[in-house]
């Protein structure tokens, strides 16, 4: 359980760090990504430990990145 939670804040830091790097509000990536604003900021507050695929997809096409560069340390 605790790997899981270690992943799960890699993302959470991983999608922060690089949304903060390309200059993109928490607002603008939700948009750029089709998703809520509330599921933006509690992936990213850790708050929301199981994000499906298709939220991590989402949220990697609007960074511009692949959904494995979320997952590296």
């Known amino acids: 359980m605790?790997?899981?939670?270690?992943?799960?804040?890699?993302?959470?830091?991983?999608?922060?760090?690089?949304?903060?790097?390309?200059?993109?509000?928490?607002?603008?990536?939700?948009?750029?990504?089709?998703?809520s604003l509330n599921s933006v900021v509690n992936i990213e507050a850790g708050n929301n430990p199981n994000p499906t695929i298709e939220t991590l997809q989402k949220i990697a096409r609007a960074l511009g990145i692949s959904v494995s560069d979320l997952f590296k340390t």
């Open 2 to 35: 605790s790997r899981q939670n270690n992943s799960k804040s890699t993302i959470a830091k991983n999608i922060k760090k690089l949304r903060q790097s390309k200059g993109i509000s928490q607002d603008r990536l939700s948009k750029l990504a089709d998703l």
